[in-house]
């Protein structure tokens, strides 16, 4: 089953906005990591930010981590059209090769 | 720069064909990675390889088998594809010193 989920599915914003994408998971993780996919092709890793911390910022990105309430959310400032992807959030355990376990993703369409 | 390849973007076959999946990692990574990807199902762990000739079963096996000889290729084979194969396949790698997966360009498989 789905360890990560994703909410919204989909997100359209206009250029400029501020576009945040949030993942829920299940059970106690090692770190989590957010990746970006263009149409059609593969995964690109963003950033990652371990279970012992709250917060960590990569350019224009900031992401957040709660482990009590098991969630994370994914901020991208000022937003782009390049910046049209899926964006997928996955789950680290310590052990077990370090499987990652991904969520559906959210489609997020920026307008120029 | 990290390099994941496959050895093709766009493959249709017939049922019942035997079909090989080809990925070629460049940074001498130990374990390497098959996932499907559906609509709405994320990324679901077909396989992994945590060295050569050493593979464990991700979550989906079923129907699926892997070949890892060399450290830098990992083989996904479908002994006799079925149509509820058709999907797209990434391939991935990953130091296992670290915890960001490098992934290819994806196989999109048609199987009729």
């Known amino acids: 089953s789905q360890q990560g989920e994703e909410d919204p599915q989909a997100l359209s914003i206009q250029e400029g906005e501020n576009a945040t994408m949030n993942c829920s998971y299940k059970t106690s993780i090692n770190n989590l990591q957010w990746y970006r996919q263009n149409s059609g092709r593969g995964l690109v890793h963003l950033i990652l930010i371990r279970s012992n911390e709250r917060e960590k910022h990569s350019g224009r990105l900031r992401v957040t981590l709660d482990t009590s309430k098991k969630s994370s959310s994914l901020l991208i400032t000022a937003s782009r059209a390049a910046d049209t992807a899926s964006y997928f959030c996955?789950?680290?355990?310590?052990?077990?090769?370090?499987?990652?376990?991904f969520g559906a993703g959210t489609r997020l369409a920026v307008h120029p | 720069d990290v390099k994941v390849t496959q050895s093709s973007r766009y493959l249709v076959k017939r049922t019942g064909e035997k079909v090989f999946l080809e990925c070629v990692q460049d940074?001498?990574?130990?374990?390497m990675f098959w996932y499907r990807q559906d609509p709405g199902l994320g990324l679901r762990l077909i396989y992994f390889s945590y060295d050569v000739k050493m593979k464990e079963k991700g979550d989906i096996p079923e129907g699926y088998s892997v070949s890892r000889e060399k450290k830098e290729r990992f083989s996904l084979i479908l002994e006799s594809a079925s149509t509820n194969q058709t999907s797209m396949y990434l391939c991935?790698?990953?130091?296992?010193?670290?915890?960001?997966?490098?992934f290819g360009p994806g196989t999109r498989l048609t199987v009729l």
């Open positions: 991935a790698s990953r130091n296992p010193r670290a915890d960001t997966q490098y």
């Open positions: 996955a789950t680290g355990f310590s052990g077990g090769y370090n499987k990652l376990i």
């Open positions: 940074m001498d990574h130990e374990n």
